[in-house]
């Protein structure tokens, strides 16, 4: 947040410093539409996934929003760095793959290769065969 709030102050004084070399008789107009630009600027991409493929390497995927024929939301955090939000391209094999990956008992991992292509894996999701008993109460009252 800290980061956003210093981008939109450099941005500002930037566009009120053109604005006050431009002309001074618009000064008085020109500086509140600025800032407000400013902040627009900075803002409305807040919030949005990039839509640039994640650099190669491993990630665990804390969460993803799988829509059909769409595409795929996912954040992924990398070893060492913060988590990032990503559109990724659909396929149904792809979501398929995280589907299968989410649904495991620990975490789901992506490995994304040189060429850009993802592949998910995850433990398997926990399968008994023999069915649970239910439990009797300790104390009983009549």
Do not use: H
């Amino acid at each position: 947040m800290i980061a956003i709030a210093s981008t939109w102050l450099g941005l500002s004084l930037v566009l009120c410093l053109s604005a006050w070399v431009a002309k001074r008789r618009i000064v008085a107009v020109s500086l509140p539409f600025a800032v407000c630009i400013a902040a627009l600027a900075v803002y409305i991409p807040t919030g949005s996934p990039r839509f640039t493929a994640p650099p190669a390497g491993e990630y665990q995927v804390l969460g993803a929003d799988i829509q059909v024929d769409v595409a795929i939301y996912a954040l992924l955090k990398p070893k060492d760095g913060p988590a990032v939000y990503y559109k990724l391209p659909y396929s149904t094999s792809q979501a398929n793959a995280l589907q299968g990956a989410l649904d495991g008992e620990g975490a789901a991992k992506a490995q994304v290769g040189e060429n850009g292509g993802v592949s998910y894996d995850g433990d398997p999701p926990v399968t008994g065969t023999e069915p649970k008993q239910p439990e009797t109460p300790a104390i009983s009252i009549p």
